[in-house]
């Protein structure tokens, strides 16, 4: 079979096309034919040999997030059967309850080996069914940047119907969230470097759209558009240099999702207290959470945004793209 990794990860072009014999499963292992794969914003730093924790395995296979079909089991397995359609978990072991150390050592693409290959070897609890109504190229864009959404939306203090989400952007992880949040009767600000994405998410359900580039204290836009109450949840994908601006925007008692670090500066903690604000820090999620996401994403029908689809041979252009941020929702490999 073929695969990708790289063998001494640093920068997108040390990206590697491999071949070597399809895995077998162990008992209580299965193995799925992968059909597709996505990025990630953080698959962009593992490329450059940016590890999470400690330092990136040589020779690594790329990304966590993809889906396949099923096509063979180990001894012992009685969760998933051959020809189930499926899609593995960002944490391979984080099934459900508060996150430990362990799950983040089981991290795909990260810790331990990722899915941009044509086979990959799952243990049997660390897959979930995709929604039947998705195809494998969205199936795949789930695990990571959809359970993170759901996970801050969620996980928490749950959104309610007719509060407000302020979303950061329009990638992956933010899109997942306008969609979340829309399908739950809840209104959703946006913010956007580009009038055409603001025009692209309107179109996706946001009610209104602030360009931080043409507004760089778009906290005071937000704050505008809630006639000076702030939202009640920000999925703060920016990081440092977004999360004062953020803490603004967010109403008294607000709750601001930590989940990116797009960029970098330093924080002020005496308006989070003075303004009560929860902040929740966020690393995606578990099994548990992955599998309420998509009862939701399949009562609701909601089909995940991917912006553009890349062969399997074509992946390093992928990464490139992901990387030149004109995207909205997710890139995809396709694999054949
Ligand atoms: N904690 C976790 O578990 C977790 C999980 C997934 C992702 N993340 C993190 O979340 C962040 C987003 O990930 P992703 O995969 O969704 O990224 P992505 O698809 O690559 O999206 C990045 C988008 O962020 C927007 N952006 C860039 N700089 C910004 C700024 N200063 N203010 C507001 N928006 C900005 C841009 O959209 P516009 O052009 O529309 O502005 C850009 O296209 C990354 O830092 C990633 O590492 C964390």
Redesign the pocket.
Known sequence: MKFYKFPQAAGIDTLELHETPTPQPGRGQILVKMRAASL???DL?VAAGRAARGTLPPNLVPLSDGAGEVVALGADVTRVAVGDRVAGMFMQNWLGGDMEAYHVDSSRGGAIDGVLAEYVVFDQDGVVPIPAHLSFEEGATLP??GV?AWNALYAGRSLRAGETVLI???????IFALQFAHAAGARVIA????DD?LARVKALGASDGVN?RQHPEWHEQVLALTHGRGVDHVVE???A??LARSVEAARIGGQVHL?????GGEINPTPILRRNTVLRG???GSRQMFQAMNAAIALHEIRPVIDRVFDFDRARDAYHH?KG?T??G?VVIRIP
């Open positions: 990630n914003y953080r730093n990571c940047a993170t950061l952007g329009t990638g992956g992880v933010s913010t956007s470097s580009s994405k931080y994908v920016g990081g240099g977004t989940i990116g670090v797009l960029t966020i690393y995606v992901l941020q995207h909205v997710k």
